[in-house]
Nanobody
């Protein structure tokens, strides 16, 4: 997958909302589960959310559940992450990712299960 992101960095105050997008150039986009991961400075990349390739079922890390929403538009070949009630601890580089294999039934929760990554968007949430 080849990805295009809307912006490379965002600076927002605590409590703000932000939507991230990744658009794919691959015509087979709809055949892949998608996910968002994030990586804070000095820390390992961690799972944020995922969405199934066709059903639209979603999965979330506990620390973002109720605040973040992942969605996809297969016609536009785009995956979104809507982030609400942002906290300083949400500060990280956010990456969209596509499953390493097409047509898998359930998206994974580990970075090793994803084979195509966006360039990342730095999201900084001030106190």
């Amino acid at each position: 997958q080849v990805w295009q992101v809307e912006s490379g960095e965002e600076l927002v105050p605590a409590g703000a909302s932000l939507r991230l997008s990744c658009a794919a150039s691959d015509a087979t986009f709809s055949g892949y589960n998608m996910a968002w991961f994030r990586q804070a400075a000095g820390k390992e990349r961690e799972f944020v959310a995922s969405i199934e390739r066709t059903s639209g079922r979603t999965y979330y890390a506990e620390y973002v559940k109720g605040r973040f929403t992942i969605s996809r538009d297969n016609a536009k070949k785009t995956v979104y992450l809507q982030m609400n009630s942002l906290k300083p601890e949400d500060t990280a580089v956010y990456y969209c990712a596509a499953d390493a294999w097409p047509y898998r039934s359930v998206p994974g929760r580990t970075a090793r299960e994803y084979g195509s990554w966006g360039q990342g968007t730095q999201v900084t949430v001030s106190s």
